[in-house]
């Protein structure tokens, strides 16, 4: 799993964790995400687990896990392979540069193959739009409802300010509790005005272990140069682009064709699938203040983890 690429940043993305607001949007607290409590508080991550072919493995057993914790192993306290209901926000991006080729349109398609795998009446699901600010669309509901009609007044203009919004869109799904819980955004994957960077975003994400999937919607012409764009260094090294942001917090991008729909249905499906399967894994956090990069391994080095890629220790009270 990819550290960040500076310590600063991750500083800095402490204190906005705290509590600033996308422009045009409230400010909402952060919670702390799903914890387990066992005498003291639990970091609580959530970790996919696949094999050589890129299966979900469903099956493991706690003793067959790792955590370290800067690079310390830790203590598994709890342990669940749990199957709890969704919280999802869909974010969609209405800025100018979604007019070209129909690409909102072709967002919309693949948002639907999404709220297709949810279960109504169990998962809740919330709808919003950006551009330069956040604006909600549908509030979180355990109805799906007309996914076009909430969508049907965005109309794409302005500046694309993607980052900002996902930072702000993840501390919404924080709010609402639970333990499998997602955002998914829609886009074309290009950012031009957002106050936070990759790094800074992730790590408010990772802090309230929100991982951020990105469906990236292009057109067939466009697709080769955008897969480059989103690729590692050549030497390997994190990019700091929009597909490091979502795999910093345990999710992952695809880029979507228009005009593939086969495509479109699988990467969705394979969103569902992971979040409805996941392990949760607790532990007592470190004593030492402030960011710890945290690996999550399973014993059988055939198989890959993903998960957060690390959480903010706090300064102990004092007294304490």
Same mark, same amino acid.
């Given at each position: 799993?990819?550290?960040?690429?500076?310590?600063?940043?991750?500083?800095?993305?402490? =204190?906005?964790?705290?509590?600033?607001?996308?422009?045009?949007?409230? $400010?909402?607290?952060?919670? @702390?995400?799903?914890?387990?409590?066992?005498?003291?508080?639990?970091?609580?991550?959530?970790?996919?687990?696949?094999?050589? !072919?890129?299966?979900?493995?469903?099956?493991?057993?706690?003793?067959?896990?790792?955590?370290?914790?800067?690079?310390?192993?830790?203590?598994?306290?709890?342990?669940?392979?749990? @199957?709890?209901?969704?919280?999802?926000?869909?974010?969609?991006? %209405?800025?100018?540069?979604?007019?070209?080729?129909?690409?909102?349109?072709? %967002?919309? @398609?693949? %948002?639907?193959?999404?709220?297709?795998?949810?279960?109504?009446?169990?998962?809740?699901? =919330?709808?919003?739009?950006?551009?330069?600010?956040?604006?909600?669309?549908?509030?979180?509901?355990?109805?799906?409802?007309?996914?076009?009609?909430?969508?049907?007044?965005?109309?794409?203009?302005?500046?694309?300010?993607?980052?900002?919004?996902?930072?702000? $869109?993840?501390?919404? &799904?924080?709010?609402?509790?639970?333990?499998?819980?997602?955002?998914?955004?829609? $886009?074309?994957?290009?950012? $031009?005005?957002?106050?936070?960077?990759?790094?800074?975003?992730?790590?408010?994400?990772?802090?309230?272990?929100?991982?951020?999937?990105?469906?990236?919607?292009?057109?067939?012409?466009?697709?080769?140069?955008?897969?480059?764009?989103?690729?590692? !260094?050549?030497?390997?090294?994190?990019?700091?682009?929009?597909?490091?942001?979502?795999?910093?917090?345990?999710?992952?991008?695809?880029?979507?064709?228009?005009?593939?729909?086969?495509?479109?249905?699988?990467? =969705?499906?394979?969103? &569902?699938?992971?979040?409805?399967?996941?392990?949760?894994? =607790?532990?007592?956090?470190?004593?030492?203040?402030?960011?710890?990069?945290?690996?999550?391994?399973?014993?059988?080095?055939?198989?890959?983890?993903?998960?957060?890629?690390?959480?903010?220790?706090?300064?102990?009270?004092?007294?304490?």
């Amino acid at each position: 799993m990819q550290g960040f690429p500076l310590a600063a940043a991750l500083w800095l993305v402490f =204190a906005l964790a705290g509590g600033s607001a996308t422009p045009g949007s409230q $400010t909402t607290e952060p919670a @702390q995400g799903p914890t387990f409590r066992s005498g003291v508080d639990l970091v609580t991550v959530a970790a996919v687990v696949r094999d050589s !072919k890129g299966r979900l493995v469903r099956e493991l057993k706690r003793d067959q896990f790792e955590v370290f914790d800067l690079g310390v192993r830790r203590v598994i306290a709890e342990f669940r392979p749990d @199957q709890a209901p969704l919280t999802v926000a869909l974010l969609f991006d %209405a800025s100018g540069s979604m007019r070209v080729a129909s690409k909102m349109d072709a %967002a919309k @398609q693949v %948002a639907a193959h999404v709220t297709a795998w949810l279960q109504p009446g169990r998962d809740q699901v =919330a709808l919003y739009a950006f551009d330069t600010s956040l604006t909600e669309l549908k509030p979180f509901s355990t109805e799906k409802g007309d996914l076009s009609k909430s969508l049907a007044d965005v109309e794409p203009f302005g500046m694309t300010s993607l980052h900002d919004a996902i930072a702000e $869109t993840a501390r919404r &799904v924080a709010a609402r509790g639970g333990s499998h819980r997602a955002v998914i955004v829609f $886009t074309d994957g290009i950012d $031009t005005s957002s106050r936070l960077t990759a790094p800074e975003v992730s790590g408010i994400a990772s802090r309230i272990d929100v991982p951020v999937y990105v469906l990236a919607v292009t057109t067939a012409i466009d697709a080769p140069g955008l897969k480059a764009l989103l690729a590692p !260094k050549p030497d390997g090294t994190a990019a700091g682009n929009l597909a490091d942001l979502a795999a910093w917090t345990g999710g992952w991008l695809h880029v979507c064709t228009d005009g593939r729909p086969a495509e479109a249905s699988v990467a =969705a499906r394979e969103v &569902v699938s992971e979040l409805r399967h996941q392990y949760l894994i =607790a532990f007592e956090p470190g004593s030492q203040p402030g960011w710890h990069p945290l690996e999550v391994r399973v014993r059988d080095r055939k198989l890959t983890v993903r998960a957060r890629s690390g959480y903010f220790a706090a300064q102990p009270r004092r007294g304490s």
